[in-house]
């Protein structure tokens, strides 16, 4: 049997997440991305999982709000974005930024 590669187009923030989750998974994966080659208007860099808006994370309370409950989830789940997002948080009130 040949072993089958799971495809996933673009490297922001969620397919990264994506990747590395299945890749955490045992699965072979193969992540398709423009940049460097094509550049946007909102990105600065060729960089997977680049942030481009300040407010991407929007709320990080997890008792009052479904985004917080998700960032929640996403750690526990080991999610490599938001371990990463939560170690290099500035103060921002209930955001995380």
Avoid at 59 to 86: F, P
């Amino acid at each position: 049997m040949t072993e089958k590669t799971l495809q996933i187009i673009g490297g922001g923030m969620a397919g990264s997440e994506a990747a590395w989750q299945a890749a955490n998974a045992g699965i072979k994966v193969m992540l398709h991305e423009m940049r460097p080659a094509v550049g946007t208007f909102a990105h600065r860099t060729g960089s997977l999982a680049e942030m481009v808006c300040s407010n991407s994370f929007r709320s990080d309370d997890d008792e009052q709000n479904a985004v917080g409950l998700l960032h929640w989830e996403m750690r526990a789940a080991g999610s490599i974005i938001m371990d990463t997002a939560y170690d290099h948080r500035l103060p921002a009130g209930g955001a995380l930024a």
